[in-house]
């Protein structure tokens, strides 16, 4: 079984095939492609749904040819069509569906609809023989979600975001920095360098007795600290409050080490309450695994405060390789195949949902 992938929820154009298993091996990959419009979106300080959409219609065919070409496959040998159907922009949703709609019915083979967020969470287990039961944490850029995972298709939403997703709050926090898009890389570099204990943010509903997230609250407290240690900026036309140089008390730290101790503390806040979350999620569950999946999870200090969390509790930690965290199509191949193999597929009329939920 073949299956041929693509991802255009946002702004990665990302096309996948992936050779199903035997019973001697496991899925194999034979290509995945991803084209970031991460350089077209910068200098807007976040995704311009427009722009996404044109430059996935510019990369798709593109990407298709090179993804066939590196698999050395013919359009014959590919067994299925998947391509992401939600949540996420319309616009760029509507690509990439449509064209592996349009290869479905030229190739007269089935099509798949995949949930994004399943990709994500099914992400840790890529290449694994079988989903174990899980509690899923999934941070992306548009998603902070705990989900009890008892098998494929098998979902049960425990918390979610009230407001901001985890990273959606650094990307938006490292705009008020004035640091480049998406923030949490740049977050995470100078947090590297940072004493996290410098400023005291909040860790907003960690005894709300819920397992929901808010991370708003952490954004403005980031917001009304900043003039007390630095000066605005005075770039005239700056649309956000970006840093100047310039520091009150040239005695203590250079605008450097006032950026890494921001960058170390937000990180930490986040950290601490998606630890914790995850820890009384575990508990009400009595489950004994946790995943980590989503954008966020390539963040390294998130990943070892994680695993170290769960070695204490006796938990097994899962989480994918970084290049599998960001979006890409090797993971809704992955999702495709797991449906394939329980005979899904999907109807050739079912519309994109922007908004589509994790069920
Ligand atoms: O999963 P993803 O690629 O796209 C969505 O489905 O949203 O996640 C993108 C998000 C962005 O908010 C980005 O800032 C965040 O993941 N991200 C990180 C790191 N790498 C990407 N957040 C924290 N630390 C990182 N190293
Ligand atoms: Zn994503």
Known sequence: ????????????????ILRGRNRQCGPELLASEVASQTAEHEKFGGVVPEVASRNHVAQLP??????????KITINEIDAFAATSGPGLASSLLVGNSAAKGLAIGAGKPFLAINHLEGHLLSPFFGCEKIEPNIALIVSGGHSLLVNVRGVGDYEILGTTLDDAAGEAFDKVAKLLGLGYPGGPEIEMRAQTGNAKKFDLPRSMLNSGDLNFSFSGLKTAVRYLLPKIVIPSEVEGSRHESLKVTHRDPSTHARDDVLADLCASFQEAVIDVLREKSL????????????????????????????????????????AEPWLCTDNAAMIAFAAMLRLENGIVSDLAEEIDPNLALR
Do not use: H, P
């Not at 079984?1 to 996948?16: H, N, Q």
């Not at 593109?62 to 698999?71: I, N």
């Open 280 to 319: 009384c999620a575990l508990q009400q569950t009595k489950s004994r695994r946790l995943t980590l999946s989503g954008g966020v999870s390539c963040n390294r200090a998130l990943r070892e405060n994680l695993r170290a969390a769960c070695q204490k509790n006796g938990i097994e930690f899962l989480v």
């Open 62 to 71: 593109r990407l298709l040819e090179r993804a066939m070409a590196s698999a």
């Open 1 to 16: 079984m073949t299956i041929l992938a693509i991802e255009t929820s946002c702004d990665e154009t990302a096309v996948a």
